[in-house]
């Protein structure tokens, strides 16, 4: 349990989140409940404590997250998180066996030759080298989404 402090306009004041817990509408005489104890419901997250909420949260569980949202490869996740490629293709590998247990499913759009197109490859999940039909080194990474 933490402490928590009233600022000098007398909002209750969260020390760990480093925002008061009101809108910006309200008033310094609307930030206390009557007792003065208990801090107003209309929170609203600022930047830092997205940021706090978010970190608590496990790499994985923001990747698997942010793949809801629209399809990426591991290097555009790489980017995002600020992984190296073969740590995230690790964790996208993971969760694809974490979702096997629930309704949910991790959709891979394969890899695919920008030059001839040909897109049957044997490893879905790995950015080959280059195309076994063309030779062309012109290969898309393959894109994940969980659905």
């Known amino acids: 349990m933490h402490v928590a402090d009233t600022t000098s306009i007398g909002c209750w004041f969260d020390p760990c989140v480093g925002a008061p817990w009101v809108s910006p509408e309200q008033t310094a005489d609307s930030c206390l409940s009557p007792s003065g104890l208990v801090p107003d419901k209309a929170y609203v997250p600022t930047a830092l404590s997205i940021r706090m909420r978010e970190a608590s949260r496990t790499t994985r569980e923001r990747i698997t997250d942010r793949l809801r949202e629209e399809p990426l490869t591991v290097s555009g996740l790489a980017r995002e998180f600020e992984l190296n490629a073969a740590t995230t293709l690790t964790h996208v590998e993971h969760i694809a066996k974490t979702l096997d247990q629930t309704d949910q499913e991790l959709l891979v759009a394969p890899p695919e030759?920008?030059?001839?197109?040909?897109?049957?490859?044997?490893?879905?999940?790995?950015?080959?080298?280059?195309?076994?039909?063309?030779?062309?080194?012109?290969i898309e990474e393959p894109a994940f989404r969980v659905r």
């Open 113 to 138: 030759c920008r030059d001839c197109g040909f897109d049957r490859f044997d490893d879905l999940i790995n950015r080959p080298s280059r195309c076994p039909d063309c030779k062309s080194e012109a």
